[in-house]
């Protein structure tokens, strides 16, 4: 957390999603990630629900708002205002059940079919304590990740292995994005509201990002 600053005392405000198949764990990276709390009885998502955590990136307190939804069939008409603002997103499948990973390709479709193209996104094995159940190898997962740009991390929200790195790689990423761009403007004061329904303006930052795709097992 920030310190002794107020919770709403921040420099930007970034929203986050988690998208993935139902059963894959988002509830429990997101508890993990903004309350260190793992709930072996979590039932699934209904709707929307979202929770925050501060950070400190780079000198500037980063507020993260972390949006998790159901990922059953019936609750896709909230798709875009769900992504509505959004500029950073974890893409979560299961080690242990193939067809979650499969489902991967069709989440990423819909997360750029709803988003800025530039959107800062992490693939996510969780479960990663399941060892022995594991049908999803690290080398699928990172070949994926990097067929599709994207970052990729495999994370155990039980043993809380990754959790804060993974959200804390993807909100540096963004930071560095919009630093970037505000030093070319000259202004380096601005504050992100995209909970609002405003979005961070990346483009035209080219794909430098993508290319360096952490792996980490």
């Given at each position: 957390m920030s310190g002794n600053r107020a919770d709403d005392d921040y420099d930007y405000l970034f929203k986050m999603v988690l998208i993935g198949d139902s059963g894959v764990g988002k509830s429990n990276l997101l508890s993990r990630f903004t309350k260190n709390e793992f709930n072996l009885e979590s039932k699934s998502t209904i709707g929307v629900e979202f929770a925050t955590r501060s950070l400190n990136i780079d000198?500037?307190?980063?507020?993260?708002?972390?949006?998790?939804?159901?990922?059953?069939?019936?609750?896709?008409?909230?798709?875009?205002?769900?992504?509505?603002?959004?500029?950073?997103?974890?893409?979560?499948?299961?080690?242990?059940?193939?067809?979650?990973?499969e489902n991967t390709a069709r989440w990423l479709r819909e997360l750029r079919d709803h988003t800025d193209p530039n959107i800062v996104a992490m693939l996510i094995g969780n479960k990663s304590d399941l060892r022995h159940l594991v049908?999803?190898?690290?080398?699928?997962?990172?070949?994926?990740?990097?067929?599709?740009?994207?970052?990729?991390?495999?994370?155990?929200?039980?043993?809380?292995?990754?959790?804060d790195h993974?959200?804390?790689?993807?909100?540096?990423?963004?930071?560095?994005?919009?630093?970037?761009?505000?030093?070319?403007?000259?202004?380096?004061?601005?504050?992100?509201?995209?909970?609002?329904?405003?979005?961070?303006?990346?483009?035209?930052?080219?794909?430098?990002?993508?290319?360096?795709g952490c792996c980490s097992n």
């Open positions: 000198s500037k307190v980063i507020k993260a708002q972390i949006w998790d939804t159901a990922g059953q069939e019936r609750y896709r008409a909230i798709t875009s205002a769900y992504y509505r603002g959004a500029v950073g997103a974890l893409l979560v499948y299961d080690v242990t059940r193939k067809v979650t990973f049908a999803v190898s690290t080398e699928e997962g990172k070949t994926f990740a990097e067929h599709e740009g994207l970052f990729f991390m495999e994370t155990s929200a039980l043993e809380a292995t990754n959790v993974a959200f804390s790689e993807v909100l540096t990423q963004i930071h560095h994005i919009v630093s970037k761009k505000a030093v070319e403007a000259g202004d380096g004061s601005a504050s992100v509201v995209p909970s609002q329904g405003e979005s961070i303006d990346i483009k035209n930052e080219g794909s430098a990002w993508k290319k360096m």
